[in-house]
Antibody, heavy 118, light 110 residues
């Protein structure tokens, strides 16, 4: 059974960098694509980026200049860095396995709330 | 990229059928058979209910079905049950090789 678990600080100051890690168990991170998605409180889902272990990545154009996504195959983890955050970046951040760029996200992690506040 | 367009809310009585629409453009929904649908209960992670327009993952009830016509995809839930009350989101592949979600639809079972 594939499981994903997000980890990272729950509070980030404005203008700083948000950093999250997703640990994958039950599957190799060298299979499939891996993605980050976020959901502001009370709002809808927003796709952030996906990556393949080879280094192939793609990003939401609205966030591209601030997003870095990377993989650590030795730890079966992938990570998200979002720089220059502001209050609009407050959201539940999910990691998910993604089926080769088709938009099928399955499964998802439980999500982690990141609040941007001074 | 713009979010796909979904109705903010739909409702139905137990046993009835409802349909949720997801409208995009020829650069996303209309151009590819890569539309997925997600169910999200309050405080929970989304769960895929339909992928590739009309395919159901193992374990998802056959009361859920998907289709597409032109630039609009649809999710139909038949034999509505109380447990179906949730938020539903569509997603699509785009011509920019990015992914986009719909704004979400709140389903109320009366």
């Amino acid at each position: 059974q594939v499981q994903l678990q997000e980890s990272g600080p729950g509070l980030v100051k404005p203008a700083e960098t948000l950093s999250l890690t997703c640990t994958v168990s039950g599957d190799s991170i060298t299979s499939y694509y891996w993605s980050w998605i976020r959901q502001p409180p009370g709002k809808g889902l927003e796709w952030i980026a996906y990556m393949f272990h080879s280094g192939k990545t793609n990003h939401n154009p609205s966030l591209k200049s601030r997003v870095t996504i990377s993989v650590d195959t030795s730890k079966n983890q992938f990570s998200l860095k979002l720089k220059s955050v502001n209050t609009a970046d407050t959201a539940v951040y999910y990691c998910a396995r993604e089926h080769y760029g088709t938009g099928r996200f399955d499964p998802w992690g439980q999500g982690t709330l990141v609040t941007v506040s001074s | 990229q713009s979010a796909l367009t979904q109705p903010a809310s739909v409702s139905g009585s137990p046993g009835q059928s409802i349909t949720i629409s997801c409208t995009g453009t020829s650069s996303d929904v209309g151009g590819y058979n890569y539309v997925s649908w997600y169910q999200q209960h309050p405080g929970k992670s989304p769960k895929v209910m339909i992928y590739d327009v009309s395919n159901r993952p193992s374990g998802v009830s056959n009361r859920f079905s998907g289709s597409k016509s032109g630039n609009t995809a649809s999710l139909t839930i038949s034999g509505l049950q109380a447990e179906d009350e949730a938020d539903y989101y569509c997603s699509s592949y785009t011509s920019s090789t990015t992914l986009v979600f719909g704004g979400g639809t709140k389903l109320t079972v009366l």
